[in-house]
Each structure stands twice: as structure tokens, then as C-alpha cells.
């Protein structure tokens, strides 16, 4: 079965660059910690998990996000523009340059048609789970209907962690697959079979664990037409 038929797939991403892996650094380290369930034993007795690094909070932080429109063009590539349009400043072009190369690994056909313009909503999102415990990762995005396709990639962290995953199917309650993501990997979902996804970050009982993921929302573009000079 192909990983159109199945309704995901999972993608091999190039090296993360620096100006994306930065977008985490000014995430907010105030946001309210995410119910916690014990996921395995903690330690023996007298020797507590080390403490959670300072600033960093249990549950999830997301950036505001950012929204790019993606375009075929004569070059036969993508090209990738912010939005709304305005006059960029040198760290908004250089997260655009590094997005447009992480995003044209992973969303290649059969997924995505050239004959037709997309736009990306993107978000920043990292959890952080307390020692031996695991945490629900709340990813931002808009319902399935709009928003045909959407990625889930890890990007970076630190500590002992897996991350997991469970896909639903239309009114199904048992899950389609359940997928385990390390660094370097992405999820692709076609939101026609895979109406819904949870994710958990699990921290070893030695210490917290940090999962930095990046996020993209894919809908078809229903603005104006694209301008006939380059930007």
C-alpha cells in the first residue's frame, strides 16, 4: 500500500537549520503546565529524578506562528513567500530561506499538486516532560475540513524521550497506526484519511526530557493571483 493509500507517510528530514532551530529559543516559558500521567517507574528510593532545567515548564509552548504561500514555478520548484506581504527583515528572510528547505523535502508529491498554489500555517512547538512522565503534546492548527494536509516533524531536543503518535480514522476509535517519531523524522498525514492525531512526549525516569517540533498546516490558497513580476 502506498503511503497515499495508507494516508501518511513518513519523511527523512535534511539537517535543520540554524535560523529555524533559533524560532525555539524565544518561545514563552510561562505557559500552563499540561496534565501529567506516570508513564514508567521512577527511581529507587533516595535518589530523586533531577529537576526540570530553570525556565523550562512541564507541557507544551508554541510560537504565534507564521504563514507562508507555496508556489510552482517556471524553474520547476517552490518557491515560498511570507505572509502577509510586507518588506522582510534579514531573520524573517533567513527562517523563509531555511523553512523552504525543510518543506521541500517533506511535502513532495504524490502529496501536494504544482497546478495550484498552497499556503502553510507554521508553528514552533516544544514540550517538556518531567521525569518518568508523560505528557499530551498540544499541536496548534485548524480543524481537518480546511486543511487537507499536515506535517509533524522533530527537529531537536534534549534529554531521554520518545515520542509518540496515534492516528484515527473517520469515526473510528480504535487507532489507524500508531507511530513513534525520533529526531530527523516528520509525519505527513493526508487529513481525508487521517482526521485525527495525538501526540505524548514519555521522559525517561532518569531525567526530563525537551522535544522541539515544527508543525505545518497545508490548505490550498484561495487569495488573488499570484503577481506577474518576481518579488
Not at 533516595?46 to 507555496?70: D, W
Not at 529526531?183 to 525537551?210: I, K, N, S, W
Request: a positive charge; hydrophobic letters at 40%.
Amino acid at each position: 500500500m502506498s503511503p497515499r493509500q495508507r494516508g501518511f507517510a513518513l519523511v527523512t528530514l535534511p539537517p535543520v537549520p540554524e535560523a529555524v532551530a533559533a524560532g525555539f529559543g524565544a518561545l514563552p516559558r510561562t505557559a500552563p503546565a499540561a496534565p501529567a500521567a506516570p508513564a514508567a517507574p521512577g527511581p529507587p528510593a533516595g535518589e530523586g529524578p533531577p529537576a526540570l532545567p530553570p525556565g523550562r515548564p512541564a507541557g507544551t509552548h508554541r510560537s504565534p506562528g507564521l504563514r507562508l504561500r507555496m508556489s510552482w514555478t517556471a524553474d520547476d520548484d517552490w518557491l515560498f513567500r511570507p505572509l502577509p506581504r510586507r518588506p522582510a527583515d534579514g531573520a524573517e528572510r533567513r527562517l523563509t530561506a531555511a523553512l523552504s528547505g525543510l518543506l521541500r523535502r517533506a511535502l513532495s508529491d504524490p502529496w501536494l499538486g504544482v497546478h495550484e498554489d498552497w499556503l502553510i500555517s507554521l508553528h514552533h512547538v516544544r514540550t517538556v516532560a518531567p521525569a518518568g512522565r508523560t505528557v499530551r503534546v498540544h499541536l496548534p492548527g485548524p480543524r481537518p475540513e480546511p486543511c487537507p494536509y499536515k506535517l509533524v516533524a522533530v527537529v531537536g531536543g534534549n534529554g531521554t524521550g520518545a515520542c509518540h503518535t496515534r492516528l484515527y480514522a473517520p469515526g473510528r476509535t480504535a487507532p489507524l497506526a500508531e507511530v513513534r517519531l525520533g529526531p530527523g523524522q516528520g509525519l505527513l498525514m493526508d487529513r481525508h484519511t487521517v482526521t485525527l492525531d495525538a501526540h505524548e512526549l514519555t521522559a525517561a525516569a532518569t531525567g526530563p526530557a525537551v522535544r522541539d517540533l515544527l508543525t505545518a498546516s497545508v490548505s490550498r490558497w484561495t487569495g488573488p493571483p499570484p503577481p506577474t513580476t518576481p518579488d
